[in-house]
């Protein structure tokens, strides 16, 4: 997936840095500090996934690795929204509905 930096912002590099140092650079999930020579990078996370919403409640500082994790959390959330609207889900069960 390739990031389309444009939709960050001009002043996005400001904000993300804001984010992090008022977590004391430490991942707000897992409280990981911040530390390239562990490997250890300090990223900003969009809580609703849209780059372009940088209001401070949607914004959280984690580290790569719990960064990682949300993503892979909203994709299945969206993949599992994507096939209970095509019918292919049973809303209330999560079991795969048989065509009538």
């Known amino acids: 997936m390739s990031i389309d930096k444009k939709r960050y912002g001009k002043d996005w590099n400001l904000i993300a840095n804001k984010v992090k140092a008022e977590a004391q650079y ?3 999930e897992c409280g990981r500090p911040n530390s390239l020579k562990k490997g250890e990078r300090l990223t900003v996370h ?3 996934g849209n780059p372009e919403n940088n209001a401070r409640y949607n914004l959280e500082a984690l580290c790569t690795r ?6 892979k959390f909203l994709q299945a959330q969206y993949q599992y929204t994507q096939k209970e609207e095509q019918g ?3 809303i209330s ?7 009538r």
């Open 88 to 90: 292919q889900l049973n």
């Open 46 to 48: 969009h809580k609703d």
């Open 26 to 28: 430490k991942c707000e």
């Open 66 to 71: 719990c960064h990682l994790g949300k993503h």
């Open 93 to 99: 069960t999560g079991i795969k509905q048989t065509p």
